[in-house]
């Protein structure tokens, strides 16, 4: 079965007591047993529950892995693998990387004796140097949030295998129509199913995908133990949403490169940062291992000031400024002031993260009003 039709059929079928071709929100808590573990298969809410164990095998097979786990939100499935790790343990992150996973690496787990040390991986041939007898996970991001950088998931997962750590691929960014990680070795995908596979900003959701079947018994116990599990209405809402990703992601590519090119060219912008430019120092990585490019793109102006950014967050119209991304809708973000508040300015700065950093997530509506809004933002 191919990607487009899997998002409209893999893992799902009609309901066996009705024919409805649309997976029923199963509202409830419990399930009636025959006699005392006597059921049909689910027990309790927190645990199982059709609805959402239809978009977990859909969810594994946009991924092409075999097992996927669904969580309450993002930074939830995040939780659950670093809760594999024991005190002591080490983990080796992007430098760059989404304001909300440093802030668990760092203000929550790092005190229960989880060291996290964040490195440029960009260069895949650097990060082995990294790795100690201690390191036991590689923490990677590709496309980074917000810079852009592009990792090279295979040499990355060939390291791990090489020294027997762990590798998770957070695919957010790119979603499972640009990239698959399984393919390319590494050993587990987490997405922030909010962003792309939901697509249409009204959910908050996590998922893990993973072929390791003791890594996914392991954080099955964690799931169902913690009880980050989403509401079947969230889990309706997400797989009604995979069911356009294909068509959304061709037109959020197609803009994306549009929008990318327009900045390159406008004598008022000083970087673009998008990984479709034969610029980008890692666009042939890229190349080898997404299908296209995508919508997510930074820029920095030739003024590069704080005021100039808050100026064109002011006269933008289309791109709505809100935090997340890969809705339908165009969002604009301030990464140093919004989704990467949380790290240190020194930090951001060592990494490129400016004040004046703008991030766009390129929607899917008509290009010429996109531009439009952009070119009379940027005027002056």
Not at 101 to 109: C, E, G, P, S, W
Not at 188 to 204: A, E, P
Not at 321 to 349: D, F, K, N, W, Y
Not at 365 to 379: N, S, V
Request: charged share 20%; aromatic share 8%.
């Amino acid at each position: 079965m191919r990607f487009n039709t899997k998002t409209i059929h893999a893992g799902l079928a009609p309901d066996p007591s009705t024919g409805a071709i649309m997976t029923p929100i199963f509202q409830t808590s419990t399930y009636v047993q025959n006699a005392p573990g006597d059921h049909k298969g689910y027990e309790y809410g927190r645990t199982q529950n059709p609805t959402r164990d239809a978009l977990q095998k859909n969810l594994a097979a946009l991924e092409n892995g075999k097992y996927a786990l669904c969580y309450s939100t993002g930074l939830g499935a995040i939780d659950a693998v670093i809760k594999t790790l024991n005190p002591g343990d080490e983990v080796l992150s992007t430098n760059d990387l989404y304001g909300g996973t440093y802030r668990l690496f760092v203000k929550v787990f790092e005190k229960y004796g989880i060291k996290f040390s964040f490195i440029n991986m960009s260069n895949a041939s650097e990060v082995e140097q990294h790795i100690t007898s201690k390191t036991k996970l590689l923490w990677v991001e590709t496309p980074t949030n917000p810079m852009m950088n592009i990792i090279d998931i295979a040499a990355i997962s060939e390291i791990g295998k090489k020294h027997h750590v762990l590798v998770c691929v957070d695919n957010t960014f790119a979603s499972p129509y640009l990239q698959n990680p399984l393919d390319l070795g590494a050993d587990l995908v987490m997405h922030s199913l909010t962003k792309y596979i939901s697509g249409h900003s009204d959910v908050v959701m996590g998922a893990l995908i993973t072929s390791n079947e003791k890594l996914h018994e392991e954080l099955k116990f964690i799931q169902n133990a913690t009880g980050a599990t989403p509401g079947p209405q969230d889990c309706f809402l997400v797989l009604r949403g995979i069911k356009t990703l294909h068509v959304r992601m061709q037109r959020h590519c197609e803009n994306g490169a549009a929008v990318a090119h327009f900045l390159t060219a406008h004598p008022a912008i000083d970087k673009v940062y998008w990984c479709g430019l034969t610029s980008h120092p890692n666009h042939e990585i890229a190349k080898k291992q997404m299908r296209d490019f995508g919508g997510m793109i930074s820029f920095t102006f030739k003024n590069d000031t704080m005021e100039t950014a808050l100026a064109f967050l002011k006269k933008i119209e289309l791109f709505a400024l809100a935090e997340s991304l890969g809705g339908v809708e165009s969002l604009v973000g301030h990464p140093a002031s919004m989704t990467h508040a949380s790290i240190p300015r020194e930090e951001r700065l060592k990494n490129g993260l400016t004040d004046a950093l703008i991030r766009l997530s390129v929607g899917i509506e008509d290009i010429e009003d996109l531009l439009e809004d952009l070119q009379q933002a940027l005027k002056n």
